[in-house]
């Protein structure tokens, strides 16, 4: 068997190996005394989602729907925090649903550490509403009347007894929908919420889903739109120069020079699997 | 009857929502309002039938002792300690502990946080190294086409690497390839989608689809 | 972090590492971990969904208002008076879909199953029924209207705007398959399928990024968790130094 041969039938497990050493290396060389920071290059669509939060002022109203499942935790996460963070040191209110059938204890955590840290109150500053199946209905549901679907909170307050609710009846009534998902649910948001009920929408979805959102970008159905871990680390970014938190906050950017070593990897396996099958091509002929 | 009585009730009920859209008078609105509660409530027993199922499957091959029923059994057993300490008691909480379980630092949320997240995301995060398997083994640039994607995929991932002087050039290509060849792609794509979605919501509200049902 | 979060953040460490074990080979460590997660999984929705729908939708509407010693005594004395007493506060109506949700269970049974079919087609009917105008005009109509943009030669974005209607057109003109691609329309079915074809590439790239961070985000765990573990071997042999 000839080299390119040898090369082109390598085991899968040597693969996985380099990957796994791709992915360690970063946390090496920061034992090491090298730690690498990679400073994004911000995109207009996830700038549009920041400067949306920056322009609200306090006592206004955010509609924030946490969507994902633990599984899109790396990429999602880190927006969503972000996002709460923003709002809590602006005294903008929050409005937090949890859409995803997985996501609600883990949407829970995040807003009660949050709002530990901004000491902001349940039901005065931010309210949790939690999850309710069928996420298409609760969409239509709660942008005619929150009471509808959920007349209490996730903690089984009542809604009506809940002071920041008196000012706020439906969706419309926010200043808009900020919507961090990781399935079919920012799909709803788009057709039977902000489609039908006409208010702001901005997505934070995971990279896989990235791509087919831009139409609607283009098309002004959404103002805003945070791809992934980039997205996310784009986001921090802006939130680091804008005050609101420090580099040692950081999540995803935490996670870049791990996505940048990886590609490397995958991106030079390419590369040798091409040249592998041409010059093993060329050796047959 | 069997049949025709359940069709009538998918028409009714379709053609109601779907002209409630463009007449959104108060009581039709407040029909709505009840039709989609209602729904949500038959959703919520419909659910019990997959838990019931998987219930069943698992026992039936714990009874019979097939070949690894030992993993059958801690499915099972997973599943009814999640609903003992989220429903009947939590050692932190006492008896009927109420939506307090899912408060975080119950014993309901920590196997949330420390048994269920970790294996779920593991099995994802496998993704990361079959990719680059795949990458490595399937993607040849046997073709144009095949090239046209290999080339804009390396484009895209070079985005995350720095490059230097070149870095500035990527991003804004990565980022034409977004908002332009990608955003015209995918808006055929889902211009194709609606249209098809349409056609077979039509097609079941007239009863010209009744696979749904099942068999008589 | 306290000796009790640190036992439960050893179980998620070791549960990561068991279902890492499924790179080398398929091995029983994994298999206890693929089937746990699937009872703990229905476990904790099946509990989700009695907190969030059940309770909320059944019980505190339908239930608990219900004054039971009327309810009881109108059956005892058969007087309906006392049964409108009862029922005063309960929303009793949310007995219907109760009902017809109970009805979907006979889909279970081969002679009764045609009894799930009544509530399948209320629900069916509702969510599509809404869905119909919202798909058209959402994925359809906004995105005709967006293609067609003014265009102008004088800056770039209204050549991209020529060059967006240009190739929207030529994708749409790949998948019409009721003509044989030939001639004019079978290049700009060409240049469709090219279209088609840098989509998938970026696609595929952003997939990458996708499932790496979901690497990353274990790995980082890990890394956290052998920071905690080298601190608590610390401590464990201190203090055992010490006695």
Not at chain 2, 58 to 76: H, S
Not at chain 2, 150 to 159: D, F, Q, W, Y
Not at chain 3, 101 to 126: D, E, H, P, Q
């Amino acid at each position: 068997m000839g080299f390119y041969e040898k090369l082109m039938s390598l085991d899968r497990r040597w693969v996985y190996l380099c990957v796994a050493i791709a992915v360690v290396l970063p946390f090496l060389l920061e034992e090491f005394g090298v730690p690498i920071f990679i400073p994004p290059y911000i995109t207009p669509e996830v700038k549009s989602v920041y400067n949306f939060v920056e322009k609200l002022r306090e006592d206004d109203v955010l509609f924030l729907a946490i969507d994902y499942d633990p599984m899109a935790k790396a990429e999602l996460h880190p927006v969503a925090r972000a996002v709460l963070k923003q709002c809590f040191k602006k005294n903008v209110k929050v409005i937090i649903s949890a859409l995803s059938q997985n996501g609600p204890g883990m949407a829970e955590q995040l807003i009660s550490q949050t709002a530990k840290e901004y000491n902001k109150v349940d039901g005065v500053d931010y309210v949790y509403l939690g999850y309710k199946p069928f996420p298409a209905l609760v969409i239509m549901g709660m942008s005619q009347n929150f009471k509808l679907f959920f007349p209490k909170d996730y903690y089984g307050t009542p809604l009506d007894s809940l002071p920041m609710m008196a000012k706020v009846r439906n969706i419309k009534d926010t200043k808009g929908v900020i919507d961090v998902a990781a399935g079919s649910v920012a799909d709803m948001w788009i057709n039977e919420g902000a489609g039908r009920y006409n208010y702001p929408l901005a997505l934070a979805v995971t990279g896989v889903m990235a791509a087919d959102y831009y139409p609607f970008l283009n098309s002004g159905q959404l103002f805003g739109l945070v791809s992934g871990m980039k997205g996310a680390a784009e986001y921090e970014y802006l939130m680091e120069k804008g005050g609101y938190m420090k580099k040692e906050e950081f999540d995803a950017s935490r996670g870049m020079p791990i996505q940048m070593f990886a590609h490397i990897v995958v991106i030079l396996f390419i590369i040798i699997g091409n040249v592998g099958y041409f010059m093993s091509r060329r050796k047959k002929s | 009857m069997r049949r025709q009585l359940p069709i009538l009730v998918v028409f009714i009920s379709g053609i109601f929502m779907a002209i409630q859209y463009f007449v959104p008078s108060e009581p039709a609105e407040f029909v709505q309002e009840y039709a989609m509660d209602w729904v949500i409530v038959i959703g919520v027993f419909a659910m019990g039938l997959g838990l019931w199922s998987l219930t069943k499957v698992n026992w039936i091959k714990v009874q019979r002792q097939t070949p690894g029923w030992g993993y059958n059994l801690v499915t099972i057993l997973g599943m009814v300690f999640m609903l003992v300490v989220g429903l009947i008691w939590d050692p932190g909480l006492g008896f009927f502990p109420g939506e307090k379980s899912q408060v975080s630092g119950t014993w309901f949320m920590n196997f949330f946080w420390y048994i269920y997240l970790p294996i779920q995301t593991v099995m994802f995060s496998l993704l990361a190294f079959y990719i680059a398997s795949a990458a490595y083994r399937a993607f040849r640039a046997r073709t144009i086409l095949a090239s046209i994607l290999l080339v804009t995929a390396i484009v895209i991932m070079l985005r995350l690497i720095p490059l230097g002087a070149v870095s500035g050039i990527n991003q804004w290509l990565a980022n034409w390839i977004l908002i332009v060849p990608n955003m015209a792609a995918k808006r055929a794509i889902w211009m194709g989608v609606g249209l098809g979605m349409v056609a077979m919501a039509l097609k079941i509200v007239l009863g010209i689809e009744r696979s749904y049902m099942g068999r008589d | 972090m306290s000796l009790v979060d640190f036992m439960w953040m050893s179980i998620g460490a070791l549960l990561t590492l068991f279902t890492f074990s499924y790179l080398y080979k398929d091995n029983p460590f994994y298999k206890f971990a693929e089937h746990l997660v699937v009872g703990v999984s229905a476990g904790y929705f099946a509990v989700l969904l009695y907190y969030s729908s059940f309770m909320p939708k059944v019980i505190d509407t339908v239930f608990r208002p219900i004054e039971w010693k009327y309810f009881i005594l109108a059956f005892k004395q058969i007087k309906p008076e006392y049964l409108l007493a009862a029922l005063k506060g309960s929303q009793w109506w949310y007995l219907v879909p109760g009902i017809l949700g109970v009805m979907m269970w006979t889909r279970f049974s081969r002679k009764l199953s045609w009894i799930s079919r009544f509530s399948l087609a209320f629900y069916m009917g509702i969510g599509i029924g809404a869905s119909i105008p919202l798909t058209l005009q959402n994925y359809v109509l906004k995105h005709l209207t967006s293609t067609i943009q003014p265009v102008n030669f004088t800056s770039l974005t209204g050549i991209w705007r020529l060059l967006i209607v240009i190739l929207v057109f030529c994708t749409l003109v790949y998948f019409f398959f009721s003509r044989e691609h030939k001639g004019a329309f079978g290049a700009s079915a060409k240049v469709g399928i090219w279209v088609l074809m840098i989509a998938f590439g970026a696609g595929f790239g952003l997939t990458v990024m996708g499932r790496v961070a979901l690497l990353a985000e274990r790995v980082i765990f890990l890394r956290d968790y052998w920071v905690e573990l080298k601190y608590f071997l610390y401590m464990l042999f201190k203090y055992g130094m010490l006695l």
